[in-house]
């Protein structure tokens, strides 16, 4: 497991269990999930309470250790601890870094999001093919972003809505996600978006959905990501940003597609149901 950033490394061994996962025994997979979903405690705990806490025995991480290519555990838990240390800075320490640099700044960031859009557009192409196909096929559509990615799902929602009536957006609003959650059912799909730092909220829409028997489609910005490990179809997006807080102009612009994609393949009833929401929405006195 060659990587040159803590990250990196990190990102490698969570691809690496993915890969592996469904060959290992009950107790190699409770430990398994264990480290990829509570990483910051495998990098302050002791192995005992890791052991402890995942209800598996200790003996059974060290072998895992050993499967996954380290000496033991020790050698295991620095890529955690060096995930930690390298953890992104807080918004407030990178906002301050910003002093001095407003004559250059606009610039910079439309160049950003110049590379963002770019690099988006070349890697999500096929993911965005597949994810359009896994939506098409489903009896009904769900959408999630919460916090900063929720302008995302709320594009690809009120778009899809226009082609597709049916589809429904998981707010949680007045704290009744787990209702929400509650209605998702076999054969549905779920489209969640999120990046670093992953929302509680949408790694819950995306186990429910997982458990409910939906095809699940993850926007977010890295193939190991908790919902991108999850997913039937990942749609990688690049979120680089000079300024404190991670882009999310190709997370939308990846929605936008999504949704063209899907009026393209309906075909001349995409265009009449267009038509006839539009109609709609214009009697209604909806546009000035």
């Given at each position: 497991?060659?990587?040159?950033?803590?990250?990196?490394?990190?990102?490698?061994?969570?691809?690496?269990?993915?890969?592996?996962?469904?060959?290992?025994?009950?107790?190699?997979?409770?430990?398994?999930?264990?480290?990829?979903?509570?990483?910051?405690e495998i990098a302050t705990s002791s192995m005992r309470?890791?052991?402890?806490?995942?209800?598996?025995?200790?003996?059974?991480?060290?072998?895992?250790?050993?499967?996954?290519?380290?000496?033991?555990?020790?050698?295991?838990?620095?890529?955690?601890?060096?995930?930690?240390?390298?953890?992104?800075?807080?918004?407030?320490?990178?906002?301050?870094?910003?002093?001095?640099?407003?004559?250059?700044?606009?610039?910079?960031?439309?160049?950003?999001?110049?590379?963002?859009?770019?690099?988006?557009?070349?890697?999500?192409?096929?993911?965005?093919?597949?994810?359009?196909?896994?939506?098409?096929?489903?009896?009904?559509?769900?959408?999630?972003?919460?916090?900063?990615?929720?302008?995302?799902?709320?594009?690809?929602?009120?778009?899809?809505?226009?082609?597709?009536?049916?589809?429904?957006?998981?707010?949680?609003?007045?704290?009744?996600?787990?209702?929400?959650?509650?209605?998702?059912?076999?054969?549905?799909?779920?489209?969640?978006?999120?990046?670093?730092?992953?929302?509680?909220?949408?790694?819950?829409?995306?186990?429910?959905?997982?458990?409910?028997?939906?095809?699940?489609?993850?926007?977010?910005?890295?193939?190991?990501?908790?919902?991108?490990?999850?997913?039937?179809?990942?749609?990688?997006?690049?979120?680089?940003?000079?300024?404190?807080?991670?882009?999310?102009?190709?997370?939308?612009?990846?929605?936008?597609?999504?949704?063209?994609?899907?009026?393209?393949?309906?075909?001349?009833?995409?265009?009449?149901?267009?038509?006839?929401?539009?109609?709609?929405?214009?009697?209604?006195?909806?546009?000035?």
């Amino acid at each position: 497991m060659q990587a040159d950033h803590p990250s990196d490394r990190h990102a490698a061994l969570l691809a690496q269990i993915k890969t592996h996962y469904a060959q290992w025994s009950p107790q190699f997979q409770t430990g398994a999930r264990y480290l990829v979903d509570h990483p910051d405690e495998i990098a302050t705990s002791s192995m005992r309470t890791i052991a402890m806490r995942a209800q598996v025995q200790s003996a059974a991480l060290v072998r895992l250790a050993q499967q996954l290519g380290f000496d033991g555990w020790p050698a295991l838990k620095t890529i955690f601890v060096e995930r930690l240390h390298g953890a992104p800075a807080r918004y407030a320490d990178k906002a301050g870094a910003l002093a001095g640099k407003a004559p250059q700044l606009v610039e910079e960031v439309f160049a950003v999001q110049q590379r963002n859009l770019a690099a988006t557009g070349h890697a999500s192409g096929t993911a965005l093919q597949a994810a359009a196909i896994l939506l098409e096929a489903a009896s009904r559509v769900h959408v999630a972003g919460f916090r900063a990615a929720h302008p995302i799902a709320y594009t690809l929602h009120y778009l899809y809505r226009l082609l597709r009536p049916g589809v429904q957006l998981i707010t949680g609003q007045g704290g009744t996600l787990e209702m929400d959650l509650r209605a998702l059912l076999p054969g549905e799909a779920v489209v969640v978006a999120s990046f670093a730092p992953y929302s509680s909220e949408a790694l819950k829409v995306a186990q429910a959905a997982r458990q409910a028997g939906c095809t699940l489609v993850a926007i977010s910005d890295s193939t190991v990501s908790p919902l991108a490990l999850q997913a039937d179809a990942s749609i990688v997006i690049a979120v680089d940003s000079p300024s404190f807080f991670p882009s999310i102009v190709a997370g939308v612009a990846a929605a936008e597609s999504l949704a063209e994609l899907l009026v393209a393949r309906a075909g001349e009833a995409g265009v009449q149901a267009l038509d006839q929401a539009e109609t709609q929405l214009r009697a209604s006195g909806a546009y000035a």
